[in-house]
């Protein structure tokens, strides 16, 4: 429980004991429902309780919102992995009832397989009375971690992706550039342009994003959804209706720049210093975007197809218009976040690169 990068009070930790009873009696409780209904989807035919042979159950990680336990079901004749996210925390256990909702609620709306699918939920308590909640999900097999970490061969900062044998490898520049396209479209694939619904809360830090090597190409999942939430609280700000093309297109355009910003920041192996990451990130953010914005479905608000509005938005903001609004992104952000320095300290540079980006369309 020492874990918690939010600088909020730390709380009593429970055993490892404890934690495995824990899964042990939500399986027994609710969760062979649940794992007979996820693999009849797997399998494309019927799973009873008495099909399944053996439960294996290893916690995977300790992250600042859950504890991951990587669950093995044996069956006759193969074996299918599924992820019990357990909330622990009372921080992990208010957001986990809102993750589980959101993962359903795109998983069923949306049919780009970006995301894991959410099988069942519920609430274990343990010896001692504390109560621990939980949800089974998809296990994105071979998708591994990955950060920014010092290559020691060349003292260059590098992704480092964490193999499940333990060990670490590096991608090369072109892998790197693929993994934050890959990141800036998966998040604007999720982006609703009329409700300006967004996935927010992520954090390169805390490993939300996971990906998978096959034959030197890249591949990238998103694994959680802690928030799903329009841009602004009161829409009303915008000075039109949100139906308005030109509102539409000014939202765009705020998530944007604030998604630029935010693809530059991870921290050293994960938990380290924060790093702010090196120019190619914004290349790769553009390219994303539009990429994203691509597979979005026509809206009669708009008179062109979302990308094109958004790429012709963008070329008529001036310089000053650009470095303003990302600058004003910053009071939307916590006063005392550690980001703030950071951010401040690189913004102008920021805006001069994307700007140089976006003339590369």
């Given at each position: 429980?020492?874990?918690?990068l939010?600088?909020g009070?730390?709380e009593?930790?429970?055993s490892h004991?404890?934690?495995?009873t824990?899964?042990r ?5 609710h ?12 399998l ?12 294996r159950?290893?916690?995977e990680?300790?992250?600042e ?8 079901v ?8 599924f992820?019990?996210?357990v ?11 809102e993750?589980y909702r959101?993962?359903?609620l ?8 970006f ?6 939920c519920?609430?274990v ?8 909640s939980?949800?089974?999900?998809q296990?994105f097999q071979?998708?591994n971690?990955?950060h ?5 061969s060349d ?8 193999d499940?044998?333990g ?9 790197r550039a693929?993994?934050y396209r ?7 694939y ?6 300006f619904?967004?996935v927010?809360a ?6 939300d994003f996971?990906?998978?090597m ?13 928030r799903?939430?329009p841009?602004?609280?009161d829409?009303?700000r915008l000075e039109t209706?949100p ?11 705020i998530?944007f720049?604030?998604?630029?910003v935010w693809?530059?920041l ?5 938990i ?13 953010t553009?390219v994303?975007v539009f ?6 479905p026509a809206?009669?608000?708009?008179p062109?197809?979302?990308?094109l509005?958004?790429?012709y938005y963008?070329?008529?903001c ?18 005392a976040?550690?980001?703030i320095?950071?951010?401040k300290q ?6 001069r690169l ?6 590369e369309l």
């Open positions: 429980m020492s874990r918690n939010s600088g009070p730390k009593i930790s429970i004991g404890d934690y495995f824990a899964v009696t939500f399986f027994i409780n969760g062979l429902a649940f794992i007979c209904a996820a693999a009849k989807q797997h494309k035919q019927p799973v009873k309780s008495a099909d399944i042979h053996k439960i159950i290893r916690l990680k300790h992250g919102f859950y504890h991951p336990a990587r669950i093995e044996l069956l006759a004749q193969q074996a299918i992995l992820v019990l996210n909330a622990v925390s009372q921080t992990g256990i208010r957001t986990i009832a993750e959101n993962l359903k795109l998983g069923d709306r949306f049919s780009a397989g995301l894991p699918r959410a099988y069942g519920g609430e308590a343990t010896a001692g009375g504390r109560k621990l939980m949800f089974l999900g296990w071979g998708y971690e990955f920014i970490s010092r290559d020691q003292k260059a900062d590098k992704i480092a992706v964490w499940e044998d060990s670490r490898f590096f991608l090369s520049a072109e892998q693929e993994v890959q990141a800036a479209k998966i998040l604007t999720y982006y609703n342009v009329e409700t619904k967004q927010s992520w954090h390169h830090a805390a490993g996971v990906a998978r096959d034959d030197n190409t890249v591949d990238l999942k998103l694994i959680t959804v802690r799903y939430a841009l602004f609280k829409p009303g209706n139906k308005n093309a030109e509102s539409i297109l000014q939202a765009l355009l998530y720049l604030n998604l630029s693809m530059r991870d921290r050293m192996d994960g380290g210093e924060l790093v702010w990451l090196g120019p190619e990130v914004v290349r790769s553009v994303g990429d994203g914005l691509a597979h979005k809206d009669p608000v708009l062109g197809a979302a990308d509005c958004f790429k963008l070329s008529v001036t310089p000053e218009i650009l470095l303003e609004l990302t600058e004003s992104i910053l009071q939307a952000i916590h006063p976040a550690p980001e320095p950071v951010i690189n913004l102008v540079e920021h805006v994307l700007i140089e980006s976006i003339g």
